[in-house]
């Protein structure tokens, strides 16, 4: 056990300090598990959840072909037609980021919704760091509410066989969809108060043209199959999985036509983030080692004895802590690591997972809103204004990061607590 947990604390240390090589560094690791035995071959397939790695690989293609097709930015220019000034814009483009982060991945709405962002700023001859920074923390924070929102919901739906449909109601209770809405609110309401000066008058310009629908229905027909497969009983394991990765073949194989060329399909294709499908491998192999070896049961049970036998106790520890770890590392890794340990703490007290289950994914997910490199979507954010000459300072973001993160995990801490004890 001890080389195991050695192991496994040298490869988070390595991720941290040498975050271009956090690829290399995970498979590394998982080939050393497997090599040494701590996880015996013939088991390392069935610790790797296939059909997780196919749903972010086909959500991730089909992200690319709509965002492409120019539909987000058209549902943008929508709303800011029916906006009075800039504080309601500001309000209106980081709801309209939420909406769509919660099916789509956070980096990509960012992408999308930030250039309007700018177009505005730069008409009205504002800074737009603030207008920015709301769109990539509201995108954080819509990730946890859907199955497919997050590659870290993603994970939670594949190790807790939960549904599409699960993530609104689980067990004959409200889920957590209903937290993280209930924590919008609450984060919008201070938005408001955040950016209560900017009262300059908004112009809408001319509607972005779509250039093609079927990405749009591709989109829509993925979330209609996910919530009509949750409804079906004993679905291969498979199932999500295939249902991503179809329609992403279809519509890159519609592409090819369209464009009488194979390399338009292969071109979809490169828009798959391989390096976070190969990280998410070797992370499944590390934590199915240091499961064989016995970590994970250990790691419970002391935290389950730190929280004294206290159910309430355990799951404040567990919501906080994931807040501050994912402040200051990656989600992914996290939550890969913890969902295990969860469901050991739960087992060692005897108590519902879910409890334990939504509290880790609320706070991992919320908490990378407290820093500026808590979350790839507020990195990504940043980039994008140091590439329009803007340079985003630490207190710019903490302003609106810090008290926006506590507006929206207070809210869900207290939720889960209610519904699920």
Same mark, same amino acid.
């Given at each position: ?19 271009? %090589? ?36 086909? @959500? ?5 072909? #709509? ?41 990509? @709405? ?23 920074? =709301? ?9 946890? &509410? ?6 870290? *919901? ?8 939960? *549904? ?5 109601? %689980? ?19 201070? #938005? ?7 009262? =300059? ?31 079906? /009983? ?29 390399? =338009? ?44 036998? *206290? ?22 890794? %996290? ?10 703490? &739960? ?8 409890? #334990? %289950?939504? $509290?880790?994914? *609320? ?10 490199? $808590? =979350? ?26 810090? /008290? ?16 699920? @004890?």
């Amino acid at each position: 056990m001890t080389l195991a947990v050695l192991l496994f604390a040298a490869t988070y240390v390595l991720m941290l300090a040498l975050p271009k %090589y956090r690829l290399h560094t995970v498979l590394c690791s998982a080939a050393v598990f497997v090599a040494s035995g701590m996880l015996p071959w013939q088991k390392a397939p069935g610790y790797i959840d296939w059909n997780v790695l196919l749903m972010i690989a086909g @959500t991730m293609g089909l992200v690319a072909l #709509l965002t492409e097709s120019q539909m987000p930015a058209l549902l943008a220019d929508l709303i800011l037609e029916r906006v009075p000034n800039v504080k309601w814009a500001i309000l209106a483009l980081s709801l309209f980021a939420g909406l769509v982060s919660a099916f789509i991945d956070n980096v990509a @709405t960012v992408l999308m919704i930030a250039p309007i962002a700018l177009a505005i700023a730069k008409k009205l001859q504002l800074n737009p760091v603030g207008m920015i920074i =709301a769109i990539a923390v509201s995108s954080n924070l819509q990730g946890a &509410a859907t199955l497919v929102g997050d590659t870290t *919901s993603i994970l939670l739906g594949g190790y807790a066989g939960m *549904s599409f449909g699960d993530f609104f109601v %689980y067990q004959g209770r409200p889920g957590i969809f209903f937290a993280v809405e209930l924590g919008a609110l609450a984060a919008a309401s201070l #938005l408001l108060v955040l950016f209560r000066s900017e009262t =300059a008058k908004v112009t809408a310009g001319p509607r972005t043209r779509v250039t093609d629908y079927l990405p749009s229905a591709l989109m829509l027909l993925m979330v209609l199959l996910l919530i009509g497969a949750s409804f079906v /009983p004993n679905t291969p394991k498979l199932t999500n999985g295939l249902i991503c990765t179809g329609l992403l073949a279809v519509g890159a194989v519609c592409r090819a036509v369209r464009q009488r060329s194979a390399a =338009a399909a292969l071109a979809v294709l490169r828009q798959i983030d391989f390096s976070t499908l190969g990280l998410l491998f070797g992370l499944f192999l590390i934590v199915g080692g240091v499961t064989e070896m016995g970590v994970v049961d250990a790691v419970g049970q002391l935290l389950a004895g730190f929280g004294g036998g *206290s159910l309430f106790a355990i799951y404040s520890i567990l919501v906080w802590v994931s807040v501050l770890c994912s402040a200051f590392i990656d989600n992914i890794p %996290y939550v890969a690591t913890m969902l295990p340990v969860t469901r050991s703490i &739960a087992a060692a007290m005897g108590a519902d997972p879910a409890l #334990l %289950y939504f $509290g880790l994914l *609320s706070g991992a997910t919320l908490g990378g809103n407290l820093t500026p490199v $808590g =979350a790839s979507a507020n990195i990504t954010g940043i980039g994008i204004l140091r590439r329009e000459g803007y340079e985003v300072k630490n207190r710019d973001f903490l302003r609106i990061g810090v /008290p926006f993160t506590l507006a929206a995990v207070l809210p869900a801490y207290a939720y889960f607590w209610v519904f699920y @004890t």
